[in-house]
C-alpha cells in the first residue's frame, strides 16, 4: 500500500478555517502500532512560505509516513497569505494547531509529537508550551531561531536590510499602536532582508501588523527563547551547519534554555552542510529524525 495524502479542513475556535494534508502509509502505522501499542502522528507547521516548495515540507512527510509515523501538514494563518493580508497574528495560530491535534485525536491517533520547521518550529514551540496536551510524546524544531524578532533583526543588520529593523520599528509603533489608525494592514517591503540582494528571494513582505506581532521587539510569543522552558515532553533540534537564515549556534542555545527549565531529554543534531532549507542533506536530516521518532514515538 503506497503513501496517500488525504486533505481535510480544519476549523479553529473562533471559526477560521484552514486546510491541512495528512501524509499516511495505513500498513506501516498499523505494524507501528502493534510494535508499540500506541498510535502515533506528527503534526507539522510550515515556515514563513507555508508552501510545499521550500523547506521541511519538501521531502520530509513521505518517509516519515513511510516508517509508520504519518503526518499532518497544517496550513496556518501565519501562511504568505496572512502575512500579507494581515490576518497573521502570530499567537492566534495557536488556535490553528489545537484545531489539528482535536482532528488527529477525532480521528484515533492517541500519541502526537508536534513538529515545526524555521517560523514554524517558534510557533509550535509556543503551543506546546500553553496548549496543555497530555498526549504529546514530543515537539522537534527544524531550523529554530531564538526568537523571530531577535532572527530578523540580527538578518537586518548582516545584510544592511532597507528598511533598518529600527526604522520598521519606529514606524509600525506609530501606526499598529495608533487608536485611530487605519493603516496597520498596509503592505511593506523588506529588501535584503534575507541576503545580499535586492531581488525578491532576498526580501520579505509584511502588514505593519503582522510585523509588530511576529517579529516587533515586544512580540515576546514569537521569541521561541521565551517558551520552550516551559515544554516538558522530548524535544529534539536539527540544525544545518551551514544555515545562513538561523545561526548554527541557536540551537545549543535553546537547548540550554530547555534544560534549565527542567527538561532532561533534549537533543541538538547539527545537520552537517545543511543550509536553512536542507538541500541535498534531506536524507541525513530524515533519518536524523526517524532516530528519535523511534525512541520517543
Excluded at 1 to 8: A, R
Excluded at 171 to 182: H, M, S
Excluded at 196 to 221: F, I, L, M, N
Aim: hydrophobic fraction near 40%; proline fraction near 5%; include cysteine.
Amino acid at each position: 500500500m503506497p503513501v496517500e495524502y488525504q486533505l481535510v479542513t480544519l476549523q479553529a475556535i473562533d471559526g477560521t478555517s484552514h486546510d491541512a494534508l495528512l501524509v499516511v502509509d495505513e500498513r506501516a502505522a498499523r505494524r507501528r502500532e502493534r510494535m508499540t501499542g500506541r498510535r502515533t502522528a506528527c503534526m507539522h507547521v510550515h515556515g514563513i512560505m507555508g508552501n510545499f516548495l521550500v523547506g521541511t515540507l519538501r521531502f520530509l512527510a513521505p518517509p516519515l509516513a513511510r516508517e509508520g509515523f504519518p503526518v499532518l501538514i497544517v496550513e496556518t494563518r501565519m501562511g504568505n497569505v496572512g502575512q500579507l493580508f494581515g490576518p497573521g497574528i502570530f499567537d492566534r495560530a495557536r488556535r490553528d494547531l489545537t484545531a489539528g491535534a482535536e482532528w488527529l485525536r477525532t480521528a484515533g491517533w492517541d500519541h502526537l509529537i508536534a513538529m515545526g520547521y524555521s517560523s514554524g518550529a517558534t510557533l509550535a514551540t509556543r503551543w506546546a508550551a500553553t496548549a496543555h496536551v497530555p498526549w504529546m510524546r514530543g515537539l522537534a524544531l527544524l531550523g529554530a531561531p531564538w526568537g523571530l524578532p531577535e532572527s530578523l533583526e540580527s538578518r537586518a543588520r548582516r545584510w544592511l536590510a532597507q528598511p533598518a529593523y529600527e526604522e520598521i520599528h519606529a514606524q509600525a509603533e506609530r501606526i499598529v499602536l495608533d487608536p485611530d489608525g487605519e493603516e496597520a494592514d498596509r503592505l511593506f517591503v523588506i529588501e535584503r532582508s534575507r541576503g545580499p540582494t535586492k531581488q525578491p528571494k532576498d526580501s520579505e513582505v509584511y502588514t505593519y501588523r503582522t510585523w509588530w506581532h511576529s517579529r516587533g521587539p515586544s512580540a515576546d510569543a514569537a521569541k521561541t527563547h521565551l517558551q520552550i522552558a516551559q515544554v516538558r515532553a522530548p524535544i529534539v533540534m536539527l540544525q544545518g551547519t551551514d544555515d545562513s537564515v538561523v545561526h548554527p549556534e541557536e540551537a545549543q542555545a535553546l537547548a540550554t534554555v530547555a534544560r534549565r527549565g527542567g527538561n532532561r531529554n533534549v537533543q541538538v543534531v547539527m545537520i552537517d552542510g545543511a543550509d536553512h532549507f536542507y538541500s541535498g542533506r534531506e536524507l541525513l536530516a530524515v533519518q536524523a529524525l526517524t532516530r528519535w521518532l523511534r525512541k520517543v514515538a
